[in-house]
């Protein structure tokens, strides 16, 4: 009896210890896990608080006239938001810049592979899906190269089906015996490839009256804008209305058929004004194209109600258009269809507007029209290529090529040409070194304070 009892009071004991154990082992994890709690409360308040600070600096730069509280309320939100969806970044790297206190915007961007402003658009829903973007002028690219964006431009395209370049192309067995092979493989390895759109595409219409040339081409021709690789093109020129509204409208519709971004040009005025946006590893670059290049006013300005391009004879408006869309992207390319024709010297006007719309916000002024290269000046830093000449366009002989602009989070990391020579309706590749360097001699002879090296590198003259 007495050992069945001392059988009991051990057991009772056990139990009694049992649950004793599991109580402080309980009350310990709730402990261990309340600091834990805390612990990443207070960590996520101080990334909160980092981030707070960095999409202030960054909403001030792109705001203007907007109250301190609306500010506010928007970096709190974004803040918010970017803690939530972004846990791993606010744990690792983050964290630690955070309690240093040296948190910047390129650390987000380290962190997260997109910069403050493809984050906002993210935040609003716009990258969704690829429709979603679409709708809000945004295409997004793979680069080839991490943390960076090639966009490689080219000079004035034309496609007339009666003469220049698209006989000649009837006669060949394809687009590599009228473009270098090796001009192809750089324009379809670009990240972007923009050119000027200089024609129309359209089986109707008819040619302006008085005008001396006119450019259509018919709709299969789009095909060798899918060979070249090409990503969007400017409509801001004085061709694209050669065979009236009809033609016009034609053109639109088969570059959105063929899901081909344009700028410049529209339906109506709100389509003629709008960029276009290209998001490549994370950075988001914005297009914008404006002309002024006619003496006799035969391409219509587009209107709220009826079709037509974005003129800048006045350029009060385009350089409103640039402002604005420098707020929405981290680099900013302007396209403008000025200067005079047929000669390599620039006139004083194309300087004196390249300077204000780098003043408006653009990082970089890209020119056609002329039909020849003109030179290249740097102002403030930033690039106006006065004319990229023609890329291909006719029979003649002439020095062309195409720009390589390398951007990186922190701008334009580098800037090329491509060396090339439009001869007998072909664009030849300039392989020869020697030849290279005659014509970047030329080129560089063009430019008050643009050096250019045997790779085709430009740079700054000190």
Known sequence: MRRRRARQVRKQIAVIGGIAILLVLTV????INLYKDSKEKKQRALVKAAVEEC?????ASKEEDVPAAEIEKEQADFAKWFV???TDQTEGALLKKAEKGELTQKDIYEATGETLQVLTDRKKGWLDDE??????QIYIREGREKKQAEVTIAGDICFAE??????HYDETDGLEECISPEILDITNQADVFYLNHEYCVSERGTPLEGKLYTFRAKPERMELLKEMGTDIVSLANNHVYDYGEEALLDTLDYLDEDNLPYV?????????????????NGMKIGFVAATNAEIVYYTPAATESSPGVLEAYDTTEYNQIIKETAKECDYLIAYIHWGPEDTNQYAEYQTEQGKEFLASGADIVVGGHPHVLQGIEYVDGKPIIYSMGDFWFNDETKYTGLLKLDITYDGLAGMSFVPCLQTGYTTQYISD????REMYDFLQGLSPNAEIDDEGRITQKN
């Open 28 to 31: 310990v994890i709730v402990s």
């Open 55 to 59: 999409y202030a600096a960054f909403a």
């Open 84 to 86: 939530k969806h972004y």
């Open 131 to 136: 429709q979603t973007a679409k709708e809000h």
């Open 162 to 167: 009666e003469g220049f370049v698209l006989d």
């Open 264 to 280: 410049g040009g529209g339906r109506n005025k709100k389509e003629a004004d709008r960029p276009v946006y290209f998001i490549v």
């Open 433 to 436: 070194k020697a030849e290279q």
